[in-house]
């Protein structure tokens, strides 16, 4: 069975910094594409970022260019969302997927694995 697990939210004023990171289990993500997701109150959920399994493809949403990096770490089988110059819109709980594909997917659908999601909080 996968499991996987999201951490290290938190509240932060505006312009500062968190990393998310994401722990699979049951699965070796070498050979999966991994992204981050996210959903505010009242709002449907949204890609943030996604990485292929060679790390030769990513993708982010317009809103987090330049802020957001997602890396990942195939041996440790972890992925991380750094977040920086966070802003008050960066408010949601954020998600970690995993999906079997060769390049970046960005809609959900093509994930089979998620987390139960970590808040994140910005103010401003």
């Known amino acids: 069975q996968v499991q996987v697990a999201e951490s290290g939210g938190g509240s932060v004023q505006a312009g500062e910094s968190l990393t998310l990171s994401c722990v699979v289990s049951?699965?070796?993500?070498?050979?999966?594409?991994m992204a981050w997701f996210r959903q505010a109150p009242g709002k449907e959920r949204e890609f943030v970022a996604a990485?292929?399994?060679?790390?030769?493809?990513?993708a982010y949403v317009d809103s987090v260019k330049g802020r957001f990096t997602l890396s990942r770490d195939n041996a440790a089988n972890t992925v991380y969302l750094q977040m920086n110059n966070l802003k008050t819109e960066d408010t949601a709980v954020y998600y970690c997927?995993?999906?079997?594909?060769?390049?970046?997917?960005?809609?959900?659908?093509?994930?089979?694995?998620w987390g139960q999601g970590t808040q994140v909080t910005v103010s401003s």
């Open positions: 997927a995993s999906g079997r594909s060769d390049y970046a997917p960005t809609a959900p659908a093509l994930y089979d694995s």
């Open positions: 049951g699965r070796s993500i070498s050979t999966y594409a």
């Open positions: 990485r292929s399994w060679s790390s030769t493809n990513d």
